[in-house]
């Protein structure tokens, strides 16, 4: 599908005070030092082991505000954080909700859409086709000519471009290089940040041990479940994250030694298919 458009739930966080976008800069992984009114980028706060807490997008509303979109339910968690290391800073964060509705558009009419509407709006984040988010409800009602899609076609899109979802990829804290993010949301030149001395020693030792890959399958009877294993010489060497509704293609980590467009093993219970391990648009 080139063009559509989909509702997603996420959380909220607003930072306002004149620290705001240093205070942000000295937590998260992203050099975000020179967000200015209107800009956006992805960013990572991860604990002092380097795993993930969560994947936030900034969005700058002037010079003293700063509006994160966070994983669906996380905004609380974010604010914590965020709150947890304020010290002397000029800087006050809130939850402004932990479940929001954000359109996400990609069509060729969204941008100039919300420019004559004069609607607020952030570019869709990269591994995506272009396009836009916005959390303006009335946005919703202005082109009737754009499909709307479900969470079940949404999540088959994000897997085919190789985007990592909170609720299968890292509903847990997860090393982000696994996943990665290393190049969209994490900046290895930029000053310290907490869990910065974790990642830039296993980034600079290529001390990574396993890594997300795209698989697909080639049969139409392939079954497959989180249980399923992806087995290599025998030996099993992944697991499957996601999944398409269909069981032909979803997401895995795999050992580092096979994460490469390789054909694997697919075993559920006692029946096993080959599958394909493919390079996906959001990391390569």
Known sequence: MSEWRTELRVGVVRMEGTDAVELLNRLSTNDVSNLSKSMT???LLVNNQGKLIDWIRAHCIDASTIQLITTEHRAKSVADWIERYTIMEDCETRVVGESVSLWRWCCSEAAEIVSDEGLASMPTPRGFPDGIDSLEARLVDISERTPTIGASEFDHLRIS???????TEYPVPVNPLELRLAGSAISFSKGCYIGQEVLSRMDSYDKVSRYLMGWTGRDDDIRVSLESRLISNGKRVGRITSAT???TRGLAILNRDVASPRTLTLRTDSREWEVELVDLPFWS
């Open 41 to 43: 980028k992805d960013t």
């Open 161 to 167: 471009f190789g985007i990592p979802g909170a609720a």
């Open 245 to 247: 509704p269909d069981g």
